[in-house]
T-cell receptor, first 116, second 118 residues
Framework: AQSVTQLDSHVSVSEGTPVLLRCNYS??????LFWYVQHPNKGLQLLLK??????LVKGINGFEAEFKKSETSFHLTKPSAHMSDAAEYFC??????????????FGKGTHLIIQP | GAVVSQHPSWVICKSGTSVKIECRSL??????MFWYRQFPKQSLMLMAT?????????EQGVEKDKFLINHASLTLSTLTVTSAHPEDSSFYIC??????????????FGPGTRLTVL
């Protein structure tokens, strides 16, 4: 069985400061891991994904995440927050070979607030 | 690339009526599409997996007779909420997997449909 824990329900940072959104997972197999972003009343946009290649994954809009197997973590970071980054972020894990069919498990989400 | 659309983006209906939501992959073919439900300030919950040309697979606790899913082509899946009630009010999101994606790696999500049942 797989599960995802997003450690913070809300994160507030000032514009221009670093962002850290924490995610821990559990999986019986080598998982695929994803971060999605959801702006208000919108669908989900894929930020980045890890599928057993490089452990440091670069995504869109300056975000990146590092897969740490020993810590079962996949934290999302960005060096400098922008006002447009304010949104809900979901960490997602899949045990399916490609994360496609029936294997997606969503974290509960982290609401990122950007202070001007 | 990999754009998924949903129609309508929002709908208001009376209790007891049926509502159809369309999910289309615009620039790729999708053998498999997925339907999720999201309550306010909560995460997404998978309702069903829709496979082109076959019956949908529903998650435990989801009434298949209430949430009818049809995946008639490689670019279109529909979700019909039958005899809708206020408790069916929610944000419905679909996603699709590109058939060319050998790893089956990624789901591309639609913008969602806000359903309000009066």
């Amino acid at each position: 069985a797989q599960s995802v824990t997003q450690l913070d329900s809300h994160v507030s940072v000032s514009e221009g400061t670093p962002v850290l959104l924490r995610c821990n997972y559990s999986s019986s197999y080598s998982p695929s891991l994803f971060w999605y972003v959801q702006h208000p009343n919108k669908g989900l946009q894929l930020l980045l994904k890890y599928t057993s290649a490089a452990t440091l994954v670069k995504g869109i809009n300056g975000f990146e995440a590092e897969f740490k197997k020993s810590e079962t973590s996949f934290h999302l970071t960005k060096p400098s927050a922008h006002m447009s980054d304010a949104a809900e972020y979901f960490c997602v894990v899949s045990e399916s070979p490609g994360g496609g069919a029936d294997g997606l498990t969503f974290g509960k989400g982290t609401h990122l607030i950007i202070q001007p | 690339g990999a754009v998924v659309s949903q129609h309508p983006s929002w709908v208001i209906c009376k209790s007891g009526t049926s509502v159809k939501i369309e999910c289309r992959s615009l620039d790729f073919q999708a053998t498999t599409m997925f339907w999720y439900r999201q309550f306010p300030k909560q995460s997404l919950m998978l309702m069903a997996t829709s496979n082109e040309g076959s019956k949908a697979t529903y998650e435990q606790g989801v009434e298949k007779d209430k949430f009818l899913i049809n995946h008639a082509s490689l670019t279109l899946s529909t979700l019909t909420v039958t005899s809708a009630h206020p408790e069916d009010s929610s944000f419905y999101i679909c996603s699709a997997r590109d058939t060319r994606d050998i790893l089956g790696d990624t789901q591309y999500f639609g913008p969602g449909t806000r359903l309000t049942v009066l």
